[in-house]
């Protein structure tokens, strides 16, 4: 090879060379900067000694311009070291009936949920402290830095009922404890999405995460109340027939009906199904949006309870024989407490859609609460709200278990659908455990 020969051959590879330095910049850079556009979670490091008490921040940034309607974060940290663990709303939350909260110290992990009204008002538009989490390190507790992680099967965020938002990056938090000496933070997660986390240091090094755990978590202790948005349903009645169930349990973990997974009410019925209370269709489905008929709210009112199924069940209403046998015995028992009723013509209508004021009556019963004497309800069409009802929806507004609209209307005619219900029996047995 002559002189001009070897000159070309390293003029090329110099190309070549800064071609691929060009394409890794700009690569990196594009990563860099999906990262810091995208929408991000994050729990703050904060220090503390043995027997004190820290509060650390969750916070939201690049919140997109589309608004949060509702999320979900769940939190994890280690229940030897921290005790009295305790959750507030941070200054994102205007109005407190739309933040909730659980915490089991046992097992260690703190959930919350925000949810906008149904009409989209107070939804979440700007960066912002979401809430306060409280922890008392225990006097025992050794020095060193204590991880507060994320059970992204948990989390979360909407921009309307439906519309997730997705590449979110979820920051983990840590709790310095004594005289230990931080480290790196936390790699940042992201939900499932074509964005990659890039690690800091002289030479980027790019390493795309997909992380979704599925661990099952017991079903936590209720520390707030909170009122439940009803959304709209626009989906057709399910036929009566009897629901076949989902095997609760797999390997140690919950199976999740595949029609949740992105569903506003997925703790509400993820909760239901670990007690049990409601089952799943035999495609997998649980068909949250769907109507719920009668024979299908009282089989769940009464398993919510945990009522068990009168034994030969006969019934004396003109449409007997429409009567599924799976909820037969539950409806016996539902009678004999004088949670349901029939019509004035002597049918029951097993098949008909419930209404929100015909559930809330059955809900109310169910557990126990009475027909509120307080003041009447003052909203704009509480014309159409039935006498034998109007008691009982006081008392479930004033329990937070449902609410009225943001046009000041409760549309006590309006169906319920599956959702609606299974969120309102969740809300009934929070209130129940908190007592």
Known sequence: MNKK????SLNKVQCIVMVF???IGCLVTSFTYAVESSMQVNLAAVNGDPGTTVTVPLTLKNVPSSGIYTCSFWVTYDPQTFTSVSIASGNLITNTNDFHSNVNSEMGFVAMTFEAPADG??????DGTIAQIQLKIKSTASDGIYNLNYNLSRCAVYASGTDEITGVI?????????????????????TESSIPTVTPSAIATVKPISVVT???TPTPAITTLAEVTMIPSTQLTPTPSPEVTITPIITGELAIPKDINTHWAKLYITKLIKLEVIQGYPDGTIKPDNNINRAEAVTALMKSKGYSPSENAEFSFADSNAIPTWVKGF?????????VGGYEDNTFRASRNVTRQEVVVMLMKTFGFEASEGQDLVIADEGKIASWSKKYINTACKLGIVKGYSDNTFKPDKNVTRAELFTMISKCLEYMENQ
């Open 5 to 8: 020969d070897k000159l070309l």
């Open 21 to 23: 330095i060009l394409v």
């Open 121 to 126: 008002s107070r939804m979440i538009k700007s």
């Open 170 to 190: 979820y920051n983990g938090g840590s709790v310095i404890v004594g005289d230990a000496t931080p480290t790196i933070a936390p790699t940042a997660i992201a």
């Open 214 to 216: 599925t661990t099952a």
């Open 331 to 339: 409806l016996k028992t539902a009678l004999d407490l004088k949670v």
